[in-house]
């Protein structure tokens, strides 16, 4: 039985997000989001809220459970006995650094491999950072996120008023 892990921060969850999400979790038995409580970046969202955010999303695949860690993805990937990392690559850009950790990666954790899914075409531009940055200045975040979660974005930026 192979157990997948897909890492990163989710604030918020994305359409590019969730179709990694999909195609992955067809990919193997069990999938596990993993949202990585990193204390240098300061979130939109509580770790919380954006577990409560990709529950709901992820709620009709059924094998995708929903997870938070802190520190190394080898530490927590070596905890949970993961098979395999997935990240999502959009662009060249993202190239350079997703292979740097790939590697270290490999280096801490031998056995576990990183799979990267290239994304669909139609979410290659998309970031949660743009899609923060657009509802901060009042454009409409509906292509990017699901309802759900554009609903908690705007909710969110209002309350920061
Ligand atoms: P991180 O802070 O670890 O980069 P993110 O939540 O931004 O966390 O992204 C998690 C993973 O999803 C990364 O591998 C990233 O490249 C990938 N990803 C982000 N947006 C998209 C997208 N639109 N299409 C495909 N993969 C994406």
């Known amino acids: 039985m192979a157990k997948a892990i897909y890492p990163g921060s989710f604030d918020p969850v994305t359409k590019g997000h969730l179709d990694i999400i999909r195609r992955a979790s067809q990919m193997f038995d069990e999938l596990t989001v993993?949202?990585?409580?990193?204390?240098?970046k300061i979130p939109l969202f509580s770790?919380?809220?954006?577990?409560?955010?990709l529950q709901s999303v992820c709620s009709d695949i059924a094998n995708v459970k929903?997870?938070?860690?802190s520190g190394l993805t080898a530490e927590y990937a070596r905890r949970t006995g993961t098979d395999v990392i997935i990240r999502g690559l959009r662009a060249v850009t993202d190239f350079e650094y997703e292979l740097q950790m790939a590697q270290t990666n490999r280096k801490l954790l031998p056995r576990v491999d990183t799979v990267f899914l290239?994304?669909?075409?139609?979410y290659a531009y998309l970031s949660s950072s743009t899609v923060r940055e657009v509802a901060l200045y009042g454009g409409d975040i509906?292509?990017?996120v699901p309802p759900l979660v554009a609903e908690e974005v705007y909710r969110k930026l209002e309350k920061a008023d």
């Open 34 to 40: 993993s949202i990585l409580n990193n204390s240098n």
């Open 47 to 53: 770790v919380d809220e954006r577990v409560k955010m």
């Open 66 to 69: 929903v997870d938070t860690f």
């Open 118 to 122: 290239t994304t669909s075409l139609e």
């Open 142 to 144: 509906s292509e990017f």
